[in-house]
C-alpha cells in the first residue's frame, strides 16, 4: 500500500461568518418573540414591599395615579368619570378584572380610594396596588 508524502492536512477551523450570522438571528429571534410593558412617560415612585401576591399571566388593566392626584389611563390623563366609563366598556368586551393601581408613594389617599371605587363600580373584581420591592437587608 503506497501513501501519498507531502500532503499537508489543514487543522478544521471555525469560520466567523456563520458564527456572526447564528448570533444575529438568535438576536432577531428574542427579539421578536420578547414581550415588552409599554409604560407611560409619568413618573411615579412605589412604595416598597417584601411579598410578593400577583399573578402575572392574568389578563389586566393599568391605570397610574401621579403626585398631584392625576389619573393616567393607557397612558392619557382622564377623570374618574371617564375612567369608570372605559374600564367598564374593557370589563364588558374582554372580561379583564384585574387592576394594577400604580399609585405614587405621596398620592393622597382619598384619591386612590377614588380610583379603587370607580373600578369596582365598573366591574373590576381584583385590585392588584403597585409597589417596589424592597431590598433585604443582611
Known amino acids: 500500500m503506497r501513501f501519498r508524502k507531502g500532503i499537508i492536512e489543514e487543522e478544521p477551523r471555525l469560520g466567523m461568518a456563520p458564527l456572526i ?6 438576536l432577531i429571534f ?19 414591599v417584601a411579598q410578593k401576591v400577583y399573578n402575572s ?8 395615579v401621579d403626585k398631584e392626584g ?8 382622564v377623570g374618574l368619570s371617564a375612567l369608570r366609563a372605559k374600564i367598564g366598556s374593557l370589563v364588558s368586551e ?7 393601581l400604580q399609585a405614587d408613594k405621596e398620592t393622597a389617599h382619598g384619591r386612590v ?11 373590576i373584581r381584583s385590585i392588584i396596588i403597585a409597589a417596589k420591592w424592597k431590598v433585604a437587608e443582611k
Request: without cysteine; proline residues 2%; charged residues 20%.
Open 30 to 48: 428574542f427579539m421578536l418573540t420578547s414581550h415588552f410593558e409599554i409604560a407611560s412617560g409619568v413618573r411615579i415612585r412605589l412604595p416598597k
Open 21 to 26: 450570522d447564528v448570533v444575529f438571528l438568535l
Open 70 to 77: 392625576n389619573i393616567y389611563f393607557k397612558g392619557k390623563k
Open 57 to 64: 399571566e392574568q389578563a389586566k388593566i393599568t391605570v397610574l
Open 113 to 123: 380610594v377614588a380610583v379603587m371605587d370607580a373600578a369596582k363600580g365598573a366591574g
Open 94 to 100: 374582554q372580561g379583564i378584572v384585574h387592576l394594577v
